[in-house]
C-alpha cells in the first residue's frame, strides 16, 4: 500500500514530504494508520548523524487505529487504538535492533524498524500497545517516548517517593515529564534547572517548586542550597558533557557503612556517540553516591493505561504539556522550532484521518 512519510534524503539536507509503499506486514508486524505523533529531540540527533543510513523515516511516538496485522500478533487486531513506541513491549537485552521495516522509498529500503513521522507506519508489533478506544487520538501520543522516558525514570529508575528531593536538569518535554511525575509522587523540593525563564515559568506551572537559572547562575551550588546539602535524585534529561557531569555532585552526600548511600543521579537524556565525560571516583568511594542510566524505563503493557488513567484523572496534563502543533507539511519548521529553543513543552504532528 501506498502513504506518505517525512524522508531524510541525505545529512544536511531538508526532510521530504513524499510518497512511500508499504508492503504487507510480516508474520510480527503490523501497520497503524496515526492520528499524530511526537516530535522528539532524538530525531534531530539521528538527522545530525552523518553516519545513518539514508533514506531514513523518522519519528518513535505516536497514537492510531490498527488496521492490518500479521499472522503471529495475537496483542491487537484491526480496528484497536495503539500506541507506537520505541520500547519493546517484551524485555531484551541491549539495544535492540529488529529488522527494517520493509518500506520503501522510491525502491529503495528506509533504514529502521519504526517512525511515526507518516500517516501510516510498518512495525513490530513489539512496538505497538493497545489502549482503549477513548484516549484522546492527539495528546496521547507522547506517552510513547515522552512520558514513558522522564515520567518512567521517577517511578521506575529512581523509585521516588513522597518527600524525596529532586532536580531536573533540562525541561523541555522529557524534563516535564520527570517533574510532572515527581510531583503525582509528592517529592518535595521539586527542582528546574534550564537556560530559558519562559521553559522555567512552564516547569513551575507543571508541578516544579523552585526553579534555577543556569545561565544567570551557578546551577550547581543553587541546587545544594535549596535541597539543604544534596538532592535524593537529580535527573539529566538534557545529555551534554557539561550536564552528565553536574548531575552527580548535587545529589546528597553518604559515607562509610552499610546502606548509608548518598544521592542518584539519573542520565535520561541521549548523549552523542563520541561524548566523554569526568567524574571524580571519590563521589562513589567516599560518599557511596551512585550513578544511573534511564533508558526508557516504562513496562509498556502496564504502564501506558496508568499514564493514560492519571491524565484522565488531571494529574499527568498532556494537554497543557502539548503546546505546538504542525502538519506534516510543516515538518522542517517543527523542526527548526524545536533545534532554536522555541517549543515549550512538546510539540506534536496531527494527521487528518
Known amino acids: 500500500m501506498k502513504s506518505v512519510a517525512a524522508i531524510d534524503v541525505g545529512h544536511g539536507k531538508p526532510l521530504v514530504v513524499d510518497e512511500i509503499e508499504l508492503p504487507d506486514p510480516r508474520p510480527d508486524q503490523v501497520i497503524v494508520k496515526l492520528y499524530s505523533s511526537g516530535v522528539c529531540h532524538s530525531q534531530l540527533h539521528q538527522m545530525h548523524n552523518a553516519a545513518n543510513e539514508r533514506p531514513m523515516t523518522l519519528g518513535h511516538e505516536g497514537t492510531g487505529v490498527v488496521t492490518h496485522v500479521g499472522s503471529e500478533v495475537t496483542h491487537v487486531k484491526a480496528g484497536d487504538m495503539a500506541i507506537v513506541t520505541w520500547v519493546p513491549r517484551t524485555p531484551k537485552q541491549g539495544r535492540w535492533a529488529p529488522a527494517k521495516s520493509g518500506v520503501t522509498y522510491q525502491e529503495k529500503e528506509v533504514s529502521g524498524s519504526v517512525y511515526t513521522w507518516g500517516q501510516d507506519v510498518l512495525t513490530t508489533g513489539e512496538y505497538v500497545v493497545k489502549v482503549d478506544d477513548d484516549v484522546p487520538k492527539d495528546v496521547s501520543s507522547i506517552v510513547g517516548c515522552a512520558i514513558l522516558t522522564g515520567s518512567g525514570a521517577v517511578l521506575h529508575t529512581a523509585g521516588v517517593k513522597p518527600e524525596d528531593s529532586v532536580a531536573v536538569w533540562g525541561v523541555g518535554g522529557v524534563g516535564i515529564a520527570a517533574v510532572q511525575m515527581a510531583s503525582i509522587l509528592e517529592a518535595y523540593p521539586i527542582i528546574a534547572v534550564d537556560l530559558d525563564d519562559a521553559k522555567l515559568e512552564f516547569a513551575k506551572s507543571m508541578g516544579a517548586t523552585h526553579t534555577v537559572n543556569a545561565a544567570t547562575e551557578n546551577a550547581m551550588e543553587r541546587v545544594i542550597e535549596i535541597s539543604n546539602g544534596g538532592v535524593d535524585y537529580a535527573f539529566d534529561a538534557i545529555g551534554f ?18 546502606d548509608n548511600h548518598g544521592g542518584m543521579a539519573v542520565l535520561i537524556g541521549m548523549p552523542q556517540p563520541d561524548q566523554e565525560m569526568t567524574i571524580w571516583p571519590g563521589h562513589f568511594m567516599f560518599h557511596q553516591r551512585r550513578y544511573r542510566g534511564s533508558l526508557g524505563a516504562t ?44 517549543i515549550t513543552g512538546r510539540a506534536i504532528i496531527e494527521y487528518d484521518v
Request: proline share 5%.
Open 299 to 342: 513496562y509498556p503493557d502496564k504502564d501506558f493505561p496508568m499514564y493514560l488513567r492519571l491524565h484522565k484523572e488531571g494529574k499527568l496534563r498532556l494537554d497543557d504539556m502539548v503546546t505546538r502543533r504542525y502538519k506534516l507539511a510543516d515538518i522542517n519548521e517543527a523542526c527548526n522550532d524545536l533545534q532554536s529553543g522555541e
Open 241 to 258: 558533557k557539561t550536564t552528565t557531569e553536574q548531575i552527580l555532585p548535587v545529589t546528597r552526600s553518604g559515607g562509610s557503612g552499610a
